[in-house]
């Protein structure tokens, strides 16, 4: 098990940035997939991005692609995401989420994931 702890939030104005940070405990980071997950008031949580534990491939909701940015410090035990061109449609809570393998329900579904961090608000205005 992994404890996953999110920071950067805040309110931004549309067309700002915002960079997420999840730092990890434990000693194996480097061996877990790692994902970016959001849940806006009144819908489902839903992907976001995710990055393979050498950093080398990533994958982005077609909703964010081209605006944020997924990366990992293995030495740092660090994921971040880099959001540019905020609109208000991306206020959300993000949690981030480390998962073991990939299992049947791939890296872009929340039930492959088995750590969760606890979410950070991410608030955007037109």
């Known amino acids: 098990q992994v404890q996953l702890v999110e920071s950067g939030g805040g309110s931004v104005q549309a067309g700002g940035s915002l960079r997420l940070s999840c730092a990890a405990s434990?000693?194996?980071?480097?061996?877990?997939?790692m994902g970016w997950f959001r849940q806006a008031p009144g819908k489902e949580r839903e992907f976001v991005a995710n990055i393979s534990p050498s950093g080398g491939t990533t994958y982005y909701a077609d909703s964010v692609k081209g605006r944020f940015t997924i990366s990992r410090d293995n030495a740092k035990n660090t994921e971040y995401l880099q959001m540019n061109s905020l609109k208000p449609e991306d206020t959300a809570v993000y949690y981030c989420a480390a998962a073991y393998r990939v299992g049947v329900y791939g890296l872009r579904n929340e039930r492959n994931y088995d750590d969760w961090g606890q979410g950070t608000q991410v608030i955007v205005s037109s």
């Open positions: 434990g000693r194996t980071f480097s061996s877990y997939f």
